[in-house]
């Protein structure tokens, strides 16, 4: 059975960080490219940030010097650690597997920027 889940999310002041997690099960997690989207409130849902399985990172222009995606293969796990945190980067923030045509989602977790 397929499973992601994300943990991290939460509440924080701008300027804050906060690490989101994605724990992965039921497919071969270091075959497949891993990205996290998010998708705020009336907004169509965005591509942030990119791990290829060859170790590469892709982000968003708006993200780029704040946001780093990084993987434990041994762990089955993807990261995405905030830094510097802005209220536009409230989201519901995804995890997604991709390898060829198959795609996984997670179920999202809510990160809220506020003072």
Known sequence: ??????????????????????AVSGFTFRTYVMNWY???????????????????????????????ISRDNAKNTVYLQMASLKPEDTAVYYCNAVRFTTRYWGQGTQVTVSS
């Open 38 to 68: 998010r998708q705020a409130p009336g907004k169509e849902r965005e591509l942030v940030a990119t791990s290829t399985t060859f170790g590469g990172t892709n982000y968003a222009d708006s993200v780029k010097g704040r946001f780093t």
């Open 1 to 22: 059975q397929v499973q992601l889940v994300e943990s991290g999310g939460g509440s924080v002041q701008p300027g804050g960080s906060l690490r989101l997690s994605c």
